[in-house]
Structures are given as structure tokens and as C-alpha cells.
Nanobody
């Protein structure tokens, strides 16, 4: 049974940093691309960032490029999202996802809330 468990969300002031983690189990982690998505109230879920199986390729949405960094530790079965220079519009529930390759993702976590105050 595949499980993706996000952590690290919370309340942060605008301009501050936050790091999300996603611990994966029940799958061969190094065989999966990993991604982060987010969903704000009243909006559709949107792509944030993705990383290839070996970590050599990274993809970002235009809205977070230059502020967010995705990384992974295959020895720890964990993917990270370092978020810097946060803005109130980054407020959302952030979801971790796993799949064969970006942009196809088959497994999803339950999400972690990120709230950025102005």
C-alpha cells in the first residue's frame, strides 16, 4: 500500500521560509518521479514542482520559479519543497504526488496546510 505523508506546513509571515517534507512508503521510491501540487480555497489544484527519479531534472511552475526548490533523498524515501520569499498567494493545501514521470502522477498524499500572512 503506497503512502505519502506530508509534513512541515504551518503559518508563516510573508517573506519567510518554510520547508515541506513528504515521506513515502510502499513503493520503490527511486523508481518514481515526485511532485508537489497545491490547492487554494475555491481554486483548482495546480502544479508547483516536480523532480525526476534520479533528481537530475526539476520542473517548476512560473509562479514559484526562483523562490521554491524541490529536492529528494532516495536513501530516506523523502522529497522536500523548500519555499522562500513566501507570499500570501502561496496559501494553500500542499500535496505530494508520485508517478512514473512528470507530468503523470498516480499516488497522492493527504496534504499539509500552508498559510502565509501579510
Amino acid at each position: 500500500q503506497v503512502q505519502l505523508v506530508e509534513s512541515g506546513g504551518g503559518l508563516v509571515q510573508a517573506g519567510g521560509p518554510l520547508r515541506l517534507s513528504c515521506a513515502a512508503s510502499g513503493l520503490t521510491f527511486s523508481s518514481y518521479a515526485m511532485g508537489w501540487f497545491r490547492q487554494a480555497p475555491g481554486k483548482e489544484r495546480e502544479f508547483v514542482a516536480a523532480i525526476s527519479r534520479g533528481g537530475t531534472r526539476r520542473y517548476y511552475s512560473d509562479s514559484v520559479k526562483g523562490r521554491f526548490t524541490i529536492s529528494r533523498d532516495n536513501a530516506k524515501n523523502t522529497v522536500y519543497l523548500q519555499m522562500n520569499s513566501l507570499k500570501p498567494e502561496d496559501t494553500a493545501v500542499y500535496y505530494c504526488a508520485a508517478g512514473p514521470a512528470h507530468p503523470k502522477f498516480d499516488y497522492w498524499g493527504q496534504g499539509t496546510q500552508v498559510t502565509v500572512s501579510s
